[in-house]
């Protein structure tokens, strides 16, 4: 095992829209922090700013991260803390972080999980269906036919299946989702915890159907589940 270092990377959960998310401890960590990476730069220094915190912030996300992990890794060596955040929601988790952890642990350094909040754990709460157990698989492949095999390898689960969509492909991955597994039932969350926060529930028809030439914007979590038997209650928006 790997000689144990001073440094601490702290793997910090944040807001998925709503700012006033953000844990205590989370805001006493990035406070005590001698260094923030964090995806984008600008997103969290509104939250910083929110919050009254300077933390120097330093740009971490895939683009960059091959060439950034060893100079975090590093500072870490030398005794810093470092908070890793995304753009909202845990870092590693269809976001980057990943690679600084496994260099990270790999070196010696501690690693420390800062919970928050997740668009999984949220979209599940109120989607209204047993979640006991489900699968999450984050960001569908762009190829085609990458996407319609796991589709088909789905159609044989009996529980719910968790995925994030961009906006700009959540029409062309519906018509994808009907096609494979049929007129499925769906669990749609876009913009949690944002003023414009919208989910809706019903067949997947349906769904296709509501959205028509409609524009699409922001964060977007379906949930399905091929092998749902009852009947969905009520099929529609609901808009707090």
Known sequence: MAERMSGTLYVVGTPIGHLKDITLRALEVLKDSDLI??????RTQKLL?????????????????QAKT?????????????????????PGVSDPGRELVR????????????????????????????ADTFIFLGFLPKR????????QEMGAQDRGVVLYESPYRLKAL???LQAELGDVEIFLAREMTK????????????????LGERTVKGEVTL??????????????WNEP
């Open 37 to 42: 990476a964090a995806e984008d730069t600008r």
């Open 49 to 65: 700013a929110a919050y009254d915190l300077h933390v120097p912030l330093t740009s971490y996300h895939e683009h960059n991260q």
């Open 70 to 90: 060893p100079r975090l890794v590093e500072r870490l060596g030398q005794g810093q803390k470092i908070s890793l955040v995304t753009d909202g929601g845990t």
């Open 103 to 130: 260099q990270a642990r790999a070196a010696g350094i501690t690693v420390v999980p800062v919970p928050g909040p997740s668009a999984v754990a949220c979209a599940l709460s109120v989607c209204g269906w047993e």
């Open 144 to 151: 085609k036919s990458r996407r319609r095999r796991i589709l």
């Open 174 to 176: 519906l018509a994808e």
């Open 195 to 210: 003023i414009h926060e919208e989910l809706w529930s019903g067949r997947v028809s349906g769904l296709i159907a509501e």
């Open 223 to 236: 949930i399905f589940k091929p092998d749902l038997r009852a009947q969905p209650e009520e099929q529609g």
